[in-house]
């Protein structure tokens, strides 16, 4: 099945760390940027950065920046978000996503993780 599952969101108190994972399978991992999202409680979903496997190119949104690392282990068709200092305002749903082609005339769809929770408590 071509899929992405994120995992190792949970519970910190703020100022602490979380790495979440984005593990792909069932298509060519190094071919497709994919990226992370989240939306808190009561808003819209928001980027926070992507990633290029393939040349470890990377895109953060500019709020994001400083706190938030994104990487790859091309080995293991993950990536991952190392989320540090991470305040109340971080709490939301985390997802990551790919739009992947599927056919020969580059249709594409979008391929959503099944969300992972973070909480943080002030």
């Known amino acids: 099945d071509v899929q992405l599952q994120a995992s190792g969101g949970g519970l910190v108190q703020a100022g602490g760390s979380l790495r979440l994972s984005c593990a792909a399978s069932?298509?060519?991992?190094?071919?497709?940027?994919i990226g992370w999202f989240r939306q808190a409680p009561g808003k819209e979903r928001e980027g926070i950065s992507l990633?290029?496997?393939?040349?470890?190119?990377?895109l953060y949104t500019d709020s994001m920046k400083g706190r938030f690392t994104i990487s790859s282990d091309n080995a293991k068709n993950t990536v991952y978000l190392q989320m540090n200092d991470l305040k109340f305002e971080d709490t939301g749903v985390y997802y990551c996503h790919s739009s992947i082609v599927v056919n020969v005339e580059g249709s594409t769809v979008d391929l959503w993780g099944q969300g992972t929770q973070v909480t943080v408590s002030s």
């Open positions: 990633i290029s496997p393939l040349d470890d190119y990377t």
């Open positions: 069932g298509f060519a991992f190094d071919d497709y940027v």
